[in-house]
């Protein structure tokens, strides 16, 4: 997959350069833990980091699908109020504590909720209808902005500009919560020991532990 370093940041991070003092010409930078696991940063990677994204040049192709997604979320947003990358935390819903996800967009409006997400791979069209982790996002959102007002409706919406497809699912909060609490039994025997497993092509397909699943092993075996 071709990366796209315009898009591959925090959105907030690229007005960084509009706060610094006219005629700036030189910035002191630094790195320091901001805590969680770990209470030290070590310098690693440096090499493949700048290989992987700064060895490579910004084309127009890459500017014009930055341009896409940012007017398709000012069109979503108009008449709202814009969240970029915005942390939604859902573990209330599943009973799953630091249940966690990074929204690129939330934007709150009267008596509605919608949630933004860019994909920019192309190996695939990715549909908002029955969304898994959008719908995880929308309860992040609703539990975290349920203060700004008394919502009806949550908009998700997939775009991947490269592909140059927009995807949008509309449900009522009722048909959410609905589906948080599918997502509560889910959780909980998922987390229970020695649970049954359902391997898959489509779930087994991101899994980190699939090269040491006995159940994904054994699903081959019986294919092969």
Not at 99 to 106: C, E, K, M, N, R
Not at 114 to 123: A, E, N, S
Not at 168 to 173: A, K, Q, S, W
Request: hydrophobic share 40%; proline share 4%; glycine share 6%.
């Amino acid at each position: 997959m071709l990366d796209n370093l315009l898009l591959d940041t925090d959105s907030y991070k690229a007005s960084h350069a509009f706060q610094y003092p006219p005629g700036t010409t030189k910035v002191f930078s630094y790195i320091e833990s901001r805590g969680g696991r770990f209470d030290r940063t070590v310098f690693f990677g440096l090499q493949m980091y700048l290989q992987r994204h700064l060895s490579q040049p910004i084309t127009q192709e890459m500017v014009d699908h930055c341009w896409d997604y940012a007017k398709l979320v000012r069109e979503y947003a108009e008449g709202g109020t814009l969240l970029v990358e915005q942390r939604v935390e859902f573990s209330s819903w599943v009973d799953v504590p630091n249940s966690f996800g990074t929204s690129d967009g939330v934007i709150l409006k009267s008596d509605q909720i919608i949630v933004v997400d860019l994909k920019f791979g192309m190996g695939e069209r990715v549909d908002a209808i029955e969304n898994e982790q959008l719908q995880l996002y929308a309860l992040g959102a609703l539990h975290e902005f349920s203060w700004f007002a008394d919502f009806k409706d949550v908009v998700m919406v997939i775009h991947q500009p490269r592909l140059k497809h927009v995807s949008e699912y509309v449900v009522d909060v009722q048909h959410l919560k609905a589906f948080a609490e599918r997502m509560k039994v889910a959780a909980k025997q998922a987390l229970t020991p020695n649970t049954d497993f359902n391997p898959g092509e489509k779930q087994c397909r991101w899994c980190r532990a699939k090269a040491t699943c006995p159940a994904a092993r054994s699903d081959v075996f019986q294919m092969t």
